[in-house]
């Protein structure tokens, strides 16, 4: 005996919602338009961690290219700039200053970054328990999410890596305007720039990861009746 469904009578009746990627693009672009302030907000802050990123990553592939260029006569602008000369390979490393000031840079991006994240899916639990009554399965709602923060890291981040990158070449030209800059490749800078957008785009994702899952896997009874 079958049922209405045409399945054998008394076997359970499974419903596989498919949602495909380009749909669900559309819709990550079309939340993050629907709340362009909010999101603005986000990405704001995830520009300004990857520019102070940026900032410090080329700034020393920066101090690098002088000293290959210079040698010696850079080794002071350079010292008072917080690099030390390495006497075994007669390279340039980085000093104690431009350590602090890359892990700060990378505490600070780390921290914004989950932070900004966390505020954007935790304020949109109301909205979550209405695709989930609607038939939106766990992970529709985390494909959803993570498109999000994709789009807003591969943006943020190019913008803060550009601005970072930007900074650095004028703070250089500041600090070693004696030096003369012609000579100087553009790929190492380039490098760093995008080491800072990958780093972005990387905690971007998992910034957004652990909310994203807590709230796909929310009940939706119990979602509907949280306040935020």
Same mark, same amino acid.
């Given at each position: 005996?079958?049922?209405?469904?045409?399945?054998?009578?008394?076997?359970?009746?499974?419903?596989?919602?498919?949602?495909?990627?380009?749909?669900?693009?559309?819709?990550?672009?079309?939340?993050?338009?629907?709340?362009?302030?909010?999101?603005?907000?986000?990405?704001?802050?995830?520009?300004?961690?990857?520019?102070?990123?940026?900032?410090?990553?080329? &700034?020393?592939?920066?101090?690098?290219?002088?000293?290959?260029?210079?040698?010696?006569?850079?080794?002071?602008?350079?010292?008072?700039?917080?690099?030390?000369?390495?006497?075994?390979?007669?390279?340039?490393?980085? &000093?104690?200053? $431009?350590?602090?000031?890359?892990?700060?840079?990378?505490?600070?991006?780390?921290?914004?970054?989950?932070?900004?994240?966390?505020?954007?899916?935790? $304020?949109?639990?109301? $909205?979550?328990?209405?695709?989930?009554?609607?038939?939106?399965?766990?992970?529709?709602?985390?494909?959803?999410?993570?498109?999000?923060?994709?789009?807003?890291?591969?943006?943020?981040?190019?913008?803060?890596?550009?601005?970072?990158?930007?900074?650095?070449?004028?703070?250089?030209?500041?600090?070693?305007?004696?030096?003369?800059?012609?000579?100087?490749?553009?790929?190492?800078?380039?490098?760093?720039?995008?080491?800072?957008?990958?780093?972005?785009?990387?905690?971007?994702?998992?910034?957004?990861?652990?909310?994203?899952?807590?709230?796909?896997?929310?009940?939706?009874?119990?979602?509907?009746?949280?306040?935020?």
């Amino acid at each position: 005996m079958k049922n209405t469904a045409g399945r054998p009578h008394g076997k359970a009746i499974s419903r596989q919602i498919v949602l495909p990627w380009s749909k669900s693009l559309a819709m990550a672009v079309n939340s993050l338009r629907i709340r362009f302030f909010r999101s603005l907000v986000t990405t704001f802050s995830l520009v300004l961690a990857i520019a102070f990123l940026g900032y410090t990553l080329t &700034g020393s592939a920066i101090a690098r290219e002088l000293f290959r260029l210079h040698g010696e006569a850079a080794h002071p602008l350079l010292t008072a700039a917080g690099y030390t000369l390495d006497a075994a390979g007669g390279g340039l490393v980085t &000093g104690p200053k $431009e350590l602090w000031l890359m892990a700060l840079s990378l505490l600070v991006c780390t921290v914004g970054i989950v932070n900004a994240q966390l505020m954007s899916v935790t $304020e949109r639990f109301r $909205e979550i328990g209405i695709m989930k009554c609607l038939g939106a399965l766990d992970r529709i709602v985390l494909r959803l999410f993570l498109l999000e923060a994709l789009i807003v890291g591969v943006l943020g981040s190019g913008a803060g890596a550009l601005l970072g990158l930007a900074a650095s070449l004028g703070a250089s030209l500041v600090h070693y305007g004696t030096l003369d800059f012609s000579g100087m490749s553009a790929v190492p800078l380039l490098v760093q720039a995008g080491k800072a957008w990958g780093t972005g785009v990387g905690l971007s994702l998992l910034g957004v990861l652990y909310p994203a899952i807590l709230a796909a896997r929310l009940q939706p009874i119990i979602v509907m009746r949280e306040e935020h």
